[in-house]
């Protein structure tokens, strides 16, 4: 059984930084993607960026050259380091997985394994 477990959430004032972290713990498939997702009250769940088993990534337009995701597969480890964050990024960030190569466009329902999630503040 799959589990996503993500931690490092907290609050910032804007332009601060935080590190998001998700272990994953029984995954098998030989092919994946693992992604990052955000929520903000009243909204739509919306990709933020996703890395595939040989480490290419993507971003949405408005995290790119803020947000950096990556993994450390030794440790089985998904991370997102978030810098100069702004009050739009406050949300909830959930850590997701697919077993399947990545699809071009980050959408929630391409991914079928989904952390608990963990909020992420940012003050003006």
């Known amino acids: 059984q799959v589990q996503l477990v993500e931690s490092g959430g907290g609050s910032v004032q804007a332009g601060g930084s935080l590190r998001l972290s998700c272990g994953a713990s029984?995954?098998?498939?030989?092919?994946?993607?693992m992604g990052w997702f955000r929520q903000a009250p009243g909204k739509e769940r919306e990709g933020v960026a996703y890395i595939d088993m040989n480490g290419r990534t993507s971003y949405r337009d408005s995290v790119k050259g803020r947000f950096t995701i990556s993994q450390e597969n030794a440790k089985n480890t998904l991370y997102l380091q978030m810098n100069s964050l702004k009050p739009e990024d406050s949300a909830m960030y959930y850590c997701a997985a697919r077993d399947n190569y990545c699809s071009p466009y980050i959408r929630p329902y391409d991914y079928n394994f989904w952390g608990q999630g963990t909020q992420v503040t940012v003050s003006s």
């Open positions: 029984g995954f098998t498939s030989s092919r994946y993607c």
